[in-house]
C-alpha cells in the first residue's frame, strides 16, 4: 500500500508556471505506476499525465501536451507534474495517483488529496 501527499499548488497568472510534487510513503514507490488527474468544478474527474515505474515512459492528455512535463524520483518517492504556460481552463484540484504495475496507466486503487490550482485571466 503507497499514501500520497500533493503539493506546490497555488494561485498562478495565465502563462505562468508552477510544479505540482506528490510524495509517496513505503519502501515500494518504484513498483507504482503513477499519475496526476484533475477535476474542475462541476466536471468529471480527467486523466492528465502518467509515468510509468521506471520513468521510462510518459503519456499525456492532449490538452496539456507539451505545456505539462510529468517525471519521478524513485529515490526520493516523488512525482512531478511541471506545469508550463497555465491557461484558466487549468484550474482544477489535482490529484496524484499510483497503480502498483510497470506499465502506463489510466486507472488507479491510490489517490493522494489534492492540491488547488487557480489559473487567473
Known amino acids: 500500500q503507497v499514501q500520497l501527499v500533493e503539493s506546490g499548488g497555488g494561485l498562478v497568472q495565465a502563462g505562468g508556471s508552477l510544479r505540482l510534487s506528490c510524495a509517496a510513503s513505503g519502501r515500494t514507490f518504484s513498483s507504482y505506476a503513477m499519475g496526476w488527474l484533475r477535476q474542475a468544478p462541476g466536471k468529471e474527474r480527467e486523466f492528465v499525465a502518467a509515468?510509468?515505474?521506471?520513468?521510462?515512459?510518459?503519456y499525456y492528455a492532449e490538452s496539456v501536451k507539451g505545456r505539462f512535463t510529468i517525471s519521478r524520483d524513485n529515490a526520493k518517492n516523488t512525482v512531478y507534474l511541471q506545469m508550463n504556460s497555465l491557461k484558466p481552463e487549468d484550474t482544477a484540484v489535482y490529484y496524484c495517483?499510483?497503480?502498483?504495475?510497470?506499465?502506463?496507466?489510466?486507472?488507479?486503487?491510490?489517490w493522494g488529496q489534492g492540491t488547488q490550482v487557480t489559473v487567473s485571466s
Open positions: 509515468v510509468s515505474w521506471t520513468g521510462g515512459s510518459t
Open positions: 495517483a499510483a497503480e502498483r504495475t510497470p506499465l502506463i496507466t489510466r486507472e488507479y486503487t491510490y
